[in-house]
Nanobody, 126 residues
Framework: VQLVESGGGSVQTGGSLRLACTASAYTNNYSMAWFRQAPGKEREGVASIHRDGATRIADSMNGRFKISKDNAKKILSLEMNSLKPEDTGTYYC??????????????????????WGQGTQVTVSS
């Protein structure tokens, strides 16, 4: 499956952005997630949604970010509010088949996902 992210951009601290990931195949068979990579840092899990609908948000973003999936439209979304400069980075969409050890907080691991998008840049200025 091919994944294409959109919606990135530049905002000021406290602003909001909504990212979208459009898949080439129906998403109802996949667990999906958003990851991000800041300059000079490793990629980290941001939010995930299990095939069955359970969501998980990384602790530092909990309460500010929301993940959702529209299987009919084949779109994964990430709503980001109260953005901070430390949220700056390239945001990647990922999809993968359900695995035994990939649920809950474990669904924020890269190893749970097989397909990746090219990323969209988010820049938050102070």
């Amino acid at each position: 499956v091919q994944l294409v992210e959109s919606g990135g951009g530049s905002v000021q601290t406290g602003g909001s952005l909504r990212l979208a990931c459009t898949a080439s195949a129906y998403t109802n068979n996949y667990s999906m997630a958003w990851f991000r990579q800041a300059p000079g840092k490793e990629r980290e899990g941001v939010a995930s949604i299990h095939r069955d609908g359970a969501t998980r948000i990384a602790d530092s973003m909990n309460g500010r970010f929301k993940i959702s999936k529209d299987n009919a439209k084949k779109i994964l979304s990430l709503e980001m509010n109260s953005l901070k400069p430390e949220d700056t980075g390239t945001y990647y969409c990922a999809a993968g088949y359900v695995k035994a050890n990939c649920w809950g907080s474990s669904l924020l691991r890269e190893s749970c996902f097989l397909y990746w998008g090219q990323g969209t840049q988010v820049t938050v200025s102070s």
